[in-house]
């Protein structure tokens, strides 16, 4: 997961863990100029 956000910091992409049993975790956006913000706002 470290490595994974640091790349998507660093190329400003989108995160999107899953857990094992397929389920999304936390998505991420690092992107400068996201159309669609995440709504999550404690992170």
Known sequence: ???G???AKKE???LIPH???G???NPN???INDSCPPR???H
């Open 19 to 21: 857990c094992k049993d």
């Open 40 to 42: 999550d706002t404690k």
């Open 5 to 7: 956000r640091e790349i």
């Open 23 to 25: 389920r999304i975790q």
């Open 29 to 31: 956006s690092y992107g």
């Open 1 to 3: 997961m470290k490595w």
């Open 12 to 14: 400003g992409l989108e």
